[in-house]
């Protein structure tokens, strides 16, 4: 808990919603890469006169290189805070305290 006792601070302070922000977008992310190549290779199989490389190549290959950024960024993210001390004591706030955040 805070210094004033009031949890919520405290989850800010540690940055919790935008890590779950920022690993949602990530999901998101590579579950797009996924359908455009899903949607990739069906076009192909309809027809077989378009270049599936060149398709991935455009239409794949930016949002993977983003991906890709992405995820050295969070990598880089948690590897400078896994030596910190967790700042206070959050994960032993009461679930009756989390309700008083969402208010």
């Given at each position: 808990?805070?210094?004033?006792g009031n949890p919520c601070r405290e989850f800010e302070k540690m940055?919790?919603?935008?890590?779950?922000?920022?690993?949602?977008?990530?999901?998101d992310k590579i579950s797009n890469a996924f359908h455009i190549c899903n949607d990739i290779t069906a076009r192909c199989k309809q027809n077989p006169s378009l270049d599936i490389v060149v398709l991935k190549n455009r239409e794949l290959r930016?949002?993977?290189?983003?991906?890709?950024?992405?995820?050295?960024r969070i990598y880089a993210d948690i590897t400078t805070k896994k030596d910190e001390e967790p700042k206070g004591n959050a994960l032993k706030?009461?679930?009756?305290?989390?309700?008083?955040?969402?208010q």
């Open positions: 808990m805070d210094e004033d940055k919790w919603e935008q890590d779950l922000k920022d690993a949602q977008s990530f999901v930016p949002l993977i290189e983003e991906i890709c950024a992405d995820a050295r706030v009461k679930s009756s305290n989390w309700l008083y955040c969402k």
